[in-house]
């Protein structure tokens, strides 16, 4: 192995702030979460490929734009704004955006899966890594999570703190999500918004054949929420959807927002991209660099 | 020093003031409904305290999870339904966001046990307790009359960690006062004897100490514990009345397989192997009828204690704790 690609395996220092970008801005964020996504994976030797890839553009959206309010330095801020990753198993791109933050140490992330981790495979809160606000992995109830969290923000402490929660849309299979769906627009959580990475993928493979949770748009807009389309990629489209959720708090709507995010699991490296397959396997050594490679071309 | 015989009352109605006080001594003490409010008695915090009362519905695993978002917000969260739906039908929730969190969510869960009475045995929950004295970080209470309840209930709402209390919707005879002593964790010897221990939770804790005033008309002097705490499990004193007495009965309202008879077992196994009998629901389903009547079809009186308490001395004075033949196991027939 060449000096370079030896490089290319090993995690770099760069993080980024948090603050309005333009859309353009954010490629070079997503392109930075890839790349640690697949350097953890191929050392992890197990994981998932699939669904960090396709919903690197939203983690980079979400953590990079100022819509979500947080100190890398103390994630504990008590005034903080908080993000529930529902899909626990997509775990490295949340722990990617964090180290990309500068939330902890970005070489940190080789140790994903490894004994002793605070990156365990599936969020563990008692690991205390700096962003985990809970553990997650059984799927269906980090949604219910983040509903509790919104009403002690502002049904209890009437604060403006916002909860952002992000689950599949195989997730959608999971019957306590609409219980949550249910309260989150009962309790007029204008401050809640549940982001669903929708790349119609999962582990046995289409969500239609699997058990078909469509339409989504009608569920989602028939339990309450104000419901908006984005394509997962176009760094413009995610911003839209980032803002309506913030006019629709600002302007006191009662109603929670929910982002639908149209994307293609594995995006960005094309070998993986919109195949199933990749849900749940990490890539060999050659995958990583070929996809390593590939991510160069497009900094 | 027998207990006394003070009257009857549910042990839901000391939760149900338990969280009232409790709500006036904190203010970031909530709960959560699940449509059964006036049955387990969040009722009364709800009319009390309606800005800090959020109706869920019939949602059991949503409210649940929901208590952890606000327990993670810190909030003291209580989620009461009856304990089928809220220990059982949630069980994964319980066990993930609940436990390996160690989120501050306090569960009440009532209708257990037979006494629930006609509403059958899809209400009569019999299992939880096995269940929940597995989960890391759960602290797990069955009190035996209303004010032991009461007093659980302020203790575990005051305590940090995930708690669940367990109680009864029939009138259960009562036997502590304001000023008994209550401490999580702790057992209480209510008599003193060293022939046989009779160890139990929630409303068998009354049944055993009228065996034992039964059996010390034979001149045999029982030790009754009451293990109000499951979890975390009071060792020493069980170790010391399995030492001291060397015959042990436990008591539950609650399947013989894996709840205090099971913990008690694991223990004296460990530290004082002793000949132990339980008393309890075999392996079977409840059903309709009056609480009395029920109690007495599955063998949950007195009766089956002292019962039970003369064979494990028999077996403890044989020299052997082998096998005692199988007596016949009442079986529900509708």
Known sequence: MDIATKQSLDFNTTTFTNERREPAAFAAIANEIRRDIVRMLVRAGSGHSGGPLGSADIFAVLYFSGVMRYKPDNMQWPDRDRFVLSAGHMAPVMYAALANAGCYPKDEQATLRKYNTRLQGH?????????????????????????????????????????????????????????????????????????????????????????????????????????????????????????????????????????????????????MNDKFEWHGKPPTQEQAIAALEELAQHP | MTPQLLGQKPTRHGFGEGLVTLGERHSNVVVLGGDITGSVLTSMFKDKFPDRFFSIGIAEQNATTIATGLALSGKIPFFASYGAFCALRNADQLRISVAYNEANVKIGGGHAGISVGPDGATHQVLEEIAFLRTLPHMTLIVPADFEEARKATIAMGEMVGPAYIRFGRSPVPMFNTADSPFELGKAIQLTDGSDVALIACGSMVWECIRAAEELAKKGIKARVINVHTIKPFDVATVTAAARECGAIVTAEEHQVHAGLGGAVAEVTAKNAPVPIEFVGVKDSFGGSGEPEELMEYFGLTWKEVYASALVAMDRRDKGSSGTRAVRDVPQYTA
């Open chain 1, 123 to 271: 969020p563990g809160r008692d690991m205390h890594l700096p962003g985990v606000e809970t553990s997650s992995g059984s799927l269906g109830q980090g949604i219910s999570i983040a509903v509790g969290m919104a009403m002690a923000d502002k049904l209890l402490d009437r604060t403006d703190k916002r909860v952002f929660c992000l689950t599949g849309d195989g997730e959608l299979q999971e019957g306590s999500v609409w219980e949550a769906a249910m309260s989150a627009s009962h309790f007029k959580l204008d401050n809640f918004c549940w982001l669903i990475d929708n790349n119609d993928c999962q582990i046995d493979g289409r969500v239609p054949d699997v058990m078909n949770v469509y339409p989504i748009v009608d569920k989602c807009q028939s339990f309450g929420f104000d419901t908006i389309v984005v394509d997962g990629h176009d760094y413009a489209d995610l911003l839209r959807g980032f803002d309506q959720f913030l006019a629709n708090q600002a302007g006191g709507t009662g109603k929670p927002t929910a982002i639908i995010a149209r994307t293609y699991m594995g995006h960005g490296v094309s070998f």
